[in-house]
């Protein structure tokens, strides 16, 4: 990792090597800024306060060999980042101001992105999260992770479940306590469908009766223009010697039949002159069709107002015309038959929910079996853990425990509260010597104690859910002497299987490890690029002489660190 302006550190380049590096240094000298810069590679929160003062922002880059066909590559391939080498380039930078950039390969990403790759890659532990160790919820999701597809497959089943039964609980609870409302609702619509169907409205006949009422309305100036418009065609038989266009337009033709044989234009005129004469006819027709069928009755014209008047109380109430009317009809209609079934779905309901519950059920009492038989091998591998730990007399053990509720469902014969994830409440108990009783970790722990479990417990998960990297942030505080030794021993074993980084004030510890970096500060106060430094050989001994007794010339100091040194190379 390459860290700038972050906290203490101006510009500092961090190389952590395979196997298990201790980080070290004075307090207050930057360690916690190791960890903290992973943290924000790996979609950390982004503290402005973090940045240094004076700096515009913070800026941590680092590159993360990533394990072949696991999904940390998939997600990443699918944010467009691309590889180096198998290898991941992260960047992630935090502005004085509080904004946050992230970006993967190359490309830019939410932070999110980095925080779903993490889940993959690190397994952070501090001393927050021994703190959220102590939460029954985080104790729970630890014995589950444990167990693997032994808890994973009925607690899947569960929730599957559960689920079911929740989406048929709430909509039971609608129906029922939205009873008055979807009465009130039913009536509504009974109502209105009562009133279209005593009217019996047709598609479109709206139009239909406007364009009669129009014409019913004018029927007078109708017929007068039909019988003026026909005698100017075809005469008027009051008017014998009147001339009309039929008469001008027959001696036309007439004049042009006579000589059309002389001149073919002349032939083609007389014949459209023809057909001007049958079109007049037709039309003149036609005319005095329509004004003989034209009805003028008033009767016939109150009528069709007074049914538009009724089809008009439809539209004002139930859509802007007929047909939006007729539609209105047809949704309420099946809506009616929805609520109207309402008592029958309550039934179908509530047996629906009692057999769920008694499903539910069985699934629960499966999940507290395999949590039972997991919690027995994980409580006895964690105890022989401590064991290695200088714990020699500690237990470790589960309870597995469920709470009454009337509302819940049946397990052995009780009645119990029951949740997305099961029925049980897992508490994790410590009875750290013989004769004492198991209590909750919370209460029968000490600080150092509660950090040996908490490493127990990472050793542990490592046999059956490894991650490529583990992080420790001074897990070791509280201890000493022979426990530190141990913890020292433990870290380095689990080092063989993955990379592990510890920053730590303790020699006992920093002397297991493969590789150690040293975090200083210059004389104003700041860590630059050669404030982080690979100990080797004679610094290596200096930093551990300077751990033991403050002096990194002391000759006994130097002794014991040799000696710390020897013991590890041979547990090795």
């Known amino acids: 990792m390459r860290i700038r302006s972050l906290g203490v550190i101006d510009d500092a380049v961090v190389e952590l090597s395979p196997g298990f590096t201790a980080v070290t240094g004075e307090t207050g000298a930057g360690k916690t800024m190791v960890v903290t810069s992973l943290g924000l590679l790996l979609g950390g929160r982004a503290d402005p306060a973090l940045v240094r003062i004076g700096a515009k922002n913070a800026v941590v880059e680092g590159r993360i060999a990533v394990p072949a066909g696991g999904t940390a590559i998939r997600r990443a391939e699918e944010a467009g980042a691309e590889l180096d080498d198998g290898a ?23 932070v999110g992105v980095l925080a779903e790759l993490a889940d993959e890659l ?40 559960y689920r079911r039964l929740r989406a048929i609980t709430t909509e039971l609870d609608e129906i029922t306590t939205r009873a008055r409302e979807r009465a ?9 469908l009562d009133e279209i169907a005593a009217v019996e409205p047709r598609s479109g006949e709206d139009a239909e009766l406007s364009a009669e009422a129009e014409r019913l ?40 039949e006579a000589v059309r044989a002389h001149d073919s234009a002349l032939a083609g005129l007389s014949g459209r002159i023809g057909e001007i004469n049958i079109l007049l006819r037709d039309v ?17 014209l109150a009528a069709v107002e007074e049914r538009r008047a009724a089809l008009t109380q439809l539209t004002r109430k139930y859509g802007e015309d007929v047909d939006a009317v007729l539609a209105w009809a047809e949704q309420g209609a099946a809506r009616l038959l ?10 179908e309901l509530t047996a629906e929910r009692d057999v769920l519950r008694a499903e539910l059920g069985g699934l629960a009492q499966s999940l507290t079996d395999a949590r039972t038989e997991a919690a027995e091998r994980f409580a006895a591998a964690v105890t022989a853990e401590l064991a290695s730990l200088a714990m020699p007399h500690a237990r470790v053990s589960f309870e597995i425990r469920q709470t009454d509720d009337p509302e819940g469902v049946e397990l052995d014969g009780r009645s119990v509260a029951y949740g997305p994830a099961g029925v049980d409440e897992v508490e994790l108990l410590l009875a ?19 950090s040996r479990v908490m490493l127990a417990v990472e050793v542990v998960f490592a046999g059956t859910d490894p991650v490529p990297t583990y992080l420790f942030d001074e897990v070791d505080a509280g201890v000493g002497g022979k426990a530190a030794v141990e913890i020292g021993r433990r870290l380095a074993r689990l080092a063989r299987s993955a990379q592990v980084v510890v920053v730590t004030h303790l020699p006992q510890v920093a002397a297991f490890a493969d590789g150690q970096l040293l975090v200083e500060k210059t004389n104003d106060g700041s860590v630059t690029r050669s404030g982080v430094k690979v100990l080797e050989g004679e610094d290596r001994i200096r930093e551990l002489s300077r751990m033991l007794a403050g002096q990194e010339d002391s000759q006994t100091a130097r002794a014991h660190a040799e000696e710390l040194l020897a013991t590890a190379r041979a547990d090795a």
């Open 432 to 450: 750290p010597h013989p004769g004492a009783p198991p209590r909750p970790i919370a209460k029968g722990a000490s600080g150092g104690e509660l």
């Open 338 to 347: 929805e609520l109207d079934g309402d008592d029958e779905r309550i039934g």
């Open 88 to 110: 991941l380039l992260i960047s992630r930078t935090v502005s004085a101001e509080g904004r946050s950039r992230a970006h993967i390969g190359g490309r830019s990403v939410p």
């Open 122 to 161: 690190v397994a952070v532990h501090g001393q927050t999260d021994q703190q959220g160790l102590l939460k029954l919820s985080r104790q729970r999701q630890a014995l589950d992770r444990y167990a693997g597809d032994a808890v994973a497959a009925p607690l899947a089943k569960y929730a599957g479940a």
């Open 284 to 300: 003149a027709g036609e005319l005095a069709g329509y004004a003989d069928d034209l009805d003028a009755d008033p009767l016939r």
């Open 217 to 256: 309305g004018h029927a007078e100036a109708l017929a007068s223009a039909a019988t003026a418009a026909h005698a100017a065609l075809a005469g008027n038989p009051e008017d014998p010697e009147g001339i009309d266009a039929a008469t001008l337009v027959a001696g036309a033709h007439r004049a042009l």
């Open 184 to 192: 009130q609702e039913a009536d509504l619509l009974r109502f209105g």
